[in-house]
């Protein structure tokens, strides 16, 4: 089975899913689709163009932002509202980039690590905008189902994210297998070769990050809108660590990491408030996630879907030649 009808083959699976579980986990699923759109973003970056962010989870949130406060404050239907959370984080994404690249050298890192320590205090400090402290709800979530669909409103969530989830994927793919992917990948392995070679460095460095702010925006956007809250205190810069380690976890180079990396991201902190209590349950997430990062970077550094589709090739081959 090719890998276009391996995902089609699971795409199609993925509909059943909101006929079958309660509306009560179909939620914790949306927000892992949404979270696997700013993973996704994360692999574009990290594991296609070789660059590095650790301010996704802010730029996520100026997506969640963007996208309900139109919703919320000037009654914006939840579609058009979208696109444009996707269009300010990739206007973001552009400034962020332009800095990084003046600046020169690993900047990157640490300019959006200032992004994702400064976001939440400026959602405190815009609270006639953004809420403050207490951000913004809504009483149920504007992405509503039609009338004639017979769905709820969790199930109808759930089949948008993931069909928005499904056309992120295949741009992302389509970028990295054309001549601008040649280019994030002779980027990555070492610019200078990269610009010896014809490849304006700069510039594709500028649209990885742009198109990667872009993405996680609109996954920002669809966790707001689903959820029917934005609040600062789901963006603190632990949340943008969150995220990198998800990456790096479920596997940068690979599409399907972003959905293992956001599952790990959704459910990890349920597992340890099972095992530990509510109240340390956040503490044991972060040490899991440290412990998990340390582990795949050492025994599995092209992370778990990477590795264990590496093996299963082994393994196929192995079976072959018998």
Known sequence: MNAHLRWATALVAATAIPFV?????LLDLTRMLA????????NLL????????VGHGAIFGLGGYA?????ATYGWPWWSAVPLAGAVCLALGLVL??????MGGANLGLLTIAVAAIFPLLLIRLKPITG?????????????????????????????CLLALALILLVLRNLVTGRLGRA???????????????????RTKLLAFAASAAVAGIGGAFYALCTAIAVPDSYLVPFSITLLAASVVGGSATWAGSLVGAAIVIYLPKLAENAVGAESAGNWSQLVYACGLILTLTLAPSGLVGDLSRLARRAGKAAHNR
């Open 21 to 25: 579980v309660s509306d009560y986990d």
């Open 35 to 42: 979270i696997a759109m700013a993973v996704a973003g994360l």
């Open 46 to 53: 990290l594991g296609h163009s070789g660059q590095i962010s």
């Open 67 to 71: 996208a309900i406060i139109p919703v």
């Open 97 to 102: 980039g332009v800095l990084a690249l003046r």
């Open 132 to 160: 403050g402290t207490f951000g913004i709800f809504m009483a149920h979530s504007p992405i509503e189902p039609p009338a004639w669909t017979g769905l709820t409103e969790a199930q109808f969530g759930f089949l948008v």
């Open 184 to 202: 994030f990948a002779a980027v990555r392995t070492s610019a200078l070769l990269a610009a010896a070679n014809g490849v304006n460095v700069n």
